[in-house]
């Protein structure tokens, strides 16, 4: 490409008449996209001046048809106003009773907890559950956590409870909290040990406020956690709409997920865990 190039520009430096022929080329060029902008120029100018005198006629036309029929075109537009009037005056009344919204059906153990029967946390598991291998690599720092129901805000603890009888009694998932209320102190150590863990700092996490716990399941006497295992992700299905059906935030539908957590967001003001 060079060397065409350069060839190129010797024979212009070198013979005019190399020059010449170059230039008429051009100026032919140049002519030939000066006459095809003027005709399109003058064609839009053309159009332009006709759609005006269309429009204008158009207009002329439709005034006169409404002037000579203004009775009829009255009627028209009254029929067209009439299904506006009559939903105006209907309000947010249903005229379709199809569509008028359904009466939930009370789930009577959410009836009972909300008339007053209190529930009992079940027996505390030995220790040394919580502090096998499996148990620390999935969730560190579990064996030191807090599992006092005595620190959960009451009403709180009494859903997460009752969560737990119907994840034992209609689906036949045993339970087990593994963190309940955690100190500021407690959040910035698990915070430091990066994102996978949590990414919220002291006093960010519901935690704090007694409002959260973090829950699994127990098999043949040891915690299930880990997602990989079928049976257990499809309790964390169940356990999740258990929790949301009792006003329960469930941890499974976050972004950075946690199948086991659920809150209960009484205030405002505190991102959750």
Known sequence: MYFLLACVATWLALFPAGRAVVAGALHRTGMRWRG?????????????????HTCQSHWRAAVDTVRHHALLCAAGVALLC?????????????????????????????????????????????????????????????ASASRDWALLDKEFAQRLLLAF??????????????????????QDALAALGAGVTGAAAFQSWHQYGLAADSAFIRDGKLVISEQDPWAMRGYQLYGEVAESLGLTWGGRWKMRDFGHAEWRVSNGIKRN
């Open 36 to 52: 095809l902008w003027s005709g399109a120029a003058s064609f839009l100018r053309r159009a332009a001046s006709q759609g005006r």
């Open 82 to 142: 009439i299904p506006l009037l009559v939903a105006l005056l209907a309000g947010s009344r249903p005229l379709l009773s199809a569509y008028e919204t359904p009466v939930r059906e009370i789930n009577p153990q959410v009836a009972a907890l909300l008339e007053g029967e209190q529930l009992a946390p079940p027996p505390p598991l030995p220790p040394l559950v919580f502090t096998s291998a499996e148990v620390e690599q999935l969730r560190p720092m579990t």
């Open 165 to 186: 009888r119907i994840m034992k009694e209609k689906h036949g998932y045993d339970m087990a909290l593994l963190e309940g209320y955690r100190s500021p102190q407690r």
